[in-house]
């Protein structure tokens, strides 16, 4: 195996020097003036095209401590090397217990990127006021979408920058952050969960164990996410539902998160050739775009049956926005919709983990929803303080993403280090969250933490309360947070009005660029009024 190893390394040594000269300056240059970013700091314009700049950038950070950087593969060597790639969520809690508060890790090409371990640090990277706060795009998806202008106008709300991402962000958004449509929404939501109950009781087995959970929590993550959307009932939840595209979405939507994956931790080989991991990716970004853009044309052919015209308005209000290229309009609803298939699915299995541990805790949630019928309002949905407790609790153990991406927008002092403008740096929340420095037996699922006597309160849960941001921060907040809270919370309530819930077996988390638990993921539903 060694040897093997040592082989595979060599060949690929040699064939980065025979292409360094040629290939490797210029594609990193480029990929720089792609990075066109310009940062104010002061009076001083910082431009990424400038090397004097870069090259000071690189100094700054070259007394930070990090793993071993080899020619042409930086730190990404020890991703084919000491760890799995499903595991390197985990690698980020090894670098912390190694390197201290501060780690470097870099590019084949050199550059540095920082990973940040401490609060304070992390609290002023994510607080500094900015007008246009800068996150690294997400590479292999911003080269693919300039490859296809026939469907894409830009690199999509996510990976944008600046005023083209400020402009994204206000014409795609408005709906999804909007108070009134959410609440237009909510009898329509309890409905689906209505639903959502119906098919665990149809398919659990004789001992009430739902097999691969997973499987129909996404299908209830995509009912919402499209009637939300496209302000209609697609009939996902139905007890003899059967669709070939589904199935086909739902895994292709986990195959692409995977194969982003794989390309910002592999060797960097796709940005110079079209290697397996680009093709499959391309292939796969086809099919999702492919299978939604269907559904979005059926609904534009149809008459929209929803139940409220404030629902329907988010469709038509996207699709009409002359502000907007039809290219971003369609894009735009692509992705949220495909955003919304995967982390209702992660979030439910890492919560059931975790309330299973002491039945006090689902009868607590129980208690806050008893006496409502069979709709639940918003009201309801306020005053559940203990339930949003446990939910926060459990983001703060098991969040989807494990760390939030910033480039530097001023030179900062973090850890007695001097970054400059410009610099990459993570913000490893999750590792933080783990940290006894940062909350109490900071390993266990303690929900009573983010309790005020009665009432749930964000900032109680001690001096690690501000690291909990499984929506990210600032202007760069998920559209989405507002919708997925009263829907994660409603899901919560009517299942636990109608079951006691038991994760059957351990839980293991695997990376797939968010963090997933490890399938199958099996769950036992007991009706409470058999208990």
Known sequence: ?????????????????LLYKKYVKKLFNELIKNFNIKLRNGEKDVN???????????KDVSDICGPRSVPFLGTTWIYFWKYKMTKIHEVYKDLHETYGPIVVERT????????????????KVLRYPSKYPFRPPTEIIAFYRKSRPDRYASVGLPNAQGQEWEHLRSNLTGGLTNRKTLLAFLPTLNIICDDFIELIRHKRDMNG???????????????TVCCLMLGRRIGYLSKDFKDERFMAL?????????????AYFGNGLWKYIPTTTYKEFAKTEDIIYNIISEIVNETRNENLDCQTDDIKNIFLDILKNQDLDIRDRIAGIIDFIAAGIETLAHTLSFFFYFITQNDSFQNQIYDEFSYCGSEIDIEALTNAHFTKACIHESYRLCPTAFCIARILEDDF????????????????????????????????????????GNKFNVNKGGVGANLVLPFGIGKRTCPGKKYIEIELNLVIAKLLKEFKVEFVGELE???EFLIAPKTPVNVRFTDRETI
């Open 209 to 223: 164990v739902i097999e691969n959970f997973q499987d129909i929590a996404n299908l209830m993550g995509l009912e």
């Open 413 to 452: 002092i973090l850890s007695d280090y001097k970054l400059k403008a410009g610099t990459f740096v993570l913000c490893q929340t999750a590792v933080a969250c783990q940290d006894d420095q940062n909350f109490k037996n900071a390993k266990q699922f303690i929900p009573q933490r983010w309790m005020d």
């Open 250 to 262: 739902a895994t292709a939507v986990k195959r692409l998160f995977i194969l982003q994956r794989d």
């Open 509 to 511: 988390t695997v990376f």
């Open 108 to 123: 084949g090409s050199g550059f540095p990127i920082v990973s940040l371990y401490d609060r304070d640090d992390i609290d």
């Open 48 to 58: 990424f095209n400038d090397h004097k700049y870069i090259e000071e950038n690189l």
């Open 1 to 17: 195996m060694w040897t093997v190893t040592l082989i595979l390394y060599t060949i690929t040594l040699v064939f980065f020097i």
